[in-house]
Nanobody
Framework: QVQLVESGGGLVQPGGSLRLSCEAS??????IGWFRQAPGKEREGVSY????????YYADSVKGRFTISRDTAKKTVYLQMNSLKPEDTAVYYC????????????????????WGQGTQVTVSS
């Protein structure tokens, strides 16, 4: 299991920006990324990055607005969120997997991912 600690959430106005951070106990994982869950909705994948080549995945709802990146020296993955919308309001979770999978299927198999505790992002005026 990989230990993951998220930070950087908060309250921001529509159109604003936030940067989430996920510090991992190790980055010897196949992929790491971000999910979110809004009240009353199912958890959805936001963005992931492959460890070996840096390939990325973005959900259609965040393409062009969010950017995932990593600092391997700091064992930290970031999610830069720009042009935030009220519908981006959710608890954002960092997740990592050592299981080889296509990025779009990351964490679909129960127990295949380690999870952080989550950080709240609220977009409201």
């Amino acid at each position: 299991q990989v230990q993951l600690v998220e930070s950087g959430g908060g309250l921001v106005q529509p159109g604003g920006s936030l940067r989430l951070s996920c510090e991992a106990s190790a980055l010897d994982v196949y992929a790491i990324g971000w999910f979110r869950q809004a009240p009353g909705k199912e958890r959805e994948g936001v963005s992931y990055i492959l460890s070996f080549d840096g390939s990325t995945y973005y959900a259609d709802s965040v393409k062009g607005r969010f950017t995932i990146s990593r600092d391997t020296a700091k064992k930290t993955v970031y999610l830069q969120m720009n042009s935030l919308k009220p519908e981006d309001t959710a608890v954002y979770y960092c997740a990592a997997t050592k299981r080889i999978t296509i990025l779009q299927q990351m964490c679909v198999i129960p127990g295949s991912c380690s999870w952080g505790q989550g950080t709240q992002v609220t977009v409201s005026s």
